[in-house]
């Protein structure tokens, strides 16, 4: 058991040169220079920084840009049809919103004019209150027929 004496050291692996972060400082770059060794350097763009975006030559252009740019609302005249179809259906703004499988905050800010408007989410409400929310005859009610393939 002279492998198990309590003075000796066994050593698995021993490192060679320099760690990753001594090897990358200014110090061991130039002594490795002037021992005629290659060095490779290459420069990361933005490294170690958060940029997720790149800045582009519109950046400018849309800077100088003064007109409030916003998205378009749900109409009040939409909004009040939603609420008119949904109460003579005799549902409540969480029923409607239950059974087009949205929330019931949803409802409320498509009735309250408060919404961005989505196709999938009218589409849903106006076959479940049966009328048009969308083009010309708004508030007229759907045509039922069969769907084209």
């Not at 050291?9 to 770059?29: D, N, W």
């Not at 400018?60 to 259906?89: F, M, N, P, W, Y």
């Amino acid at each position: 058991m002279a492998e198990s004496d309590w003075d000796t050291v066994t050593v698995l692996r021993q490192r060679k040169g320099p760690t990753a972060a001594q090897a990358k400082s200014k110090q061991a770059i130039l002594a490795a220079q002037r021992r005629g060794e290659d060095v490779e350097t290459s420069k990361k763009w933005a490294a170690g920084q958060n940029k997720q975006h790149s800045i582009t030559k519109n950046t400018a252009k849309l800077d100088r840009e003064t007109e409030e740019l916003h998205h378009d609302r749900v109409t009040l005249e939409v909004g009040k049809v939603i609420q008119q179809g949904r109460q003579s259906k005799g549902l409540t703004q969480k029923d409607l919103a239950t059974k087009i499988n949205e929330k019931p905050q949803v409802i409320a800010d498509y009735e309250s004019g408060r919404a961005i408007p989505n196709n999938q989410v009218l589409g849903k409400i106006e076959r479940a209150i049966g009328l048009k929310l969308r083009g010309k005859d708004i508030g007229k009610p759907i045509e039922k027929g069969p769907r084209a393939k």
